[in-house]
T-cell receptor
Framework: SQKIEQNSEALNIQEGKTATLTCNYT??????LQWYRQDPGRGPVFLLL?????KEKRKERLKVTFDTTLKQSLFHITASQPADSATYLCALNNAGNMLTFGGGTRLMVKP | GAGVSQSPSNKVTEKGKDVELRCDPISGHTALYWYRQSLGQGLEFLIY????????KSGLPSDRFSAERTGGSVSTLTIQRTQQEDSAVYLCASQGVGGIGETQYFGPGTRLLVL
């Protein structure tokens, strides 16, 4: 069966450290993968997109990698700040432009 | 500019009642999605509208759920004979032309509680 797995346990890190979140998938062949941020009581907000032929994408303190062999994407936040605390969702296209979302990982950055 | 708006923001209803949830997408966006998010869970796809094409209803959990999109803009999600397991946040997202990799812009959601 098709699955998208993100660590359901919260990730707690100290301010200034690098946060690394994992998204693993099975039985998908996505053309791209997206990462979203969701704050409590709000809808998800798009952060980054990475295509199947890209290994890495960066945006300011964010970095995403995409390994289609391992069927895994890693999402990194460098020099993390308490304001980065949120739930981070990965999503991939499973048919055309339809997105399927993972369950999200909650990140807590402590000052 | 205006983003995606949803109404009501919160809805409490009794089991067995019908509810209507509204989504106003970003003006000019041709693609519109409805998702459901239960507490602490990821987003569950419900239905997808793209322009004048027939909607993709493959995610609707039962025939109590239906949605329509009038004039290619506003969309209404209707849940008939609500059950307690329907309690969740219902999120709407719109997308420019539904192209490959295009960003989805989400509304704030409607929190539905079925008593």
């Amino acid at each position: 069966s098709q699955k998208i797995e993100q660590n359901s346990e919260a990730l707690n890190i100290q301010e200034g450290k690098t946060a690394t979140l994992t998204c693993n998938y099975t039985n998908y062949s996505p053309a791209y993968l997206q990462w979203y941020r969701q704050d409590p009581g709000r809808g998800p907000v798009f952060l980054l997109l990475i295509r199947e032929n890209e290994k890495e994408k960066r945006k300011e303190r964010l970095k995403v990698t995409f390994d289609t062999t391992l069927k895994q994407s890693l999402f990194h936040i460098t020099a993390s700040q308490p304001a980065d605390s949120a739930t981070y969702l990965c999503a991939l296209n499973n048919a055309g432009n339809m997105l399927t979302f993972g369950g999200g990982t909650r990140l807590m950055v402590k000052p | 500019g205006a983003g995606v708006s949803q109404s009501p923001s919160n809805k409490v209803t009794e089991k067995g009642k019908d509810v209507e949830l509204r989504c106003d997408p970003i003006s000019g966006h041709t693609a519109l999605y409805w998702y459901r998010q239960s507490l602490g869970q990821g987003l569950e796809f419900l239905i997808y509208f793209q322009g004048n094409s027939a909607p993709d209803k493959s995610g609707l959990p039962s025939d109590r759920f239906s949605a329509e999109r009038t004039g290619g803009s506003v969309s209404t999600l209707t849940i008939q004979r609500t059950q307690q397991e329907d309690s969740a946040v219902y999120l709407c997202a719109s997308q420019g032309v539904g192209g490959i990799g295009e960003t989805q812009y989400f509304g704030p959601g409607t929190r539905l509680l079925v008593l």
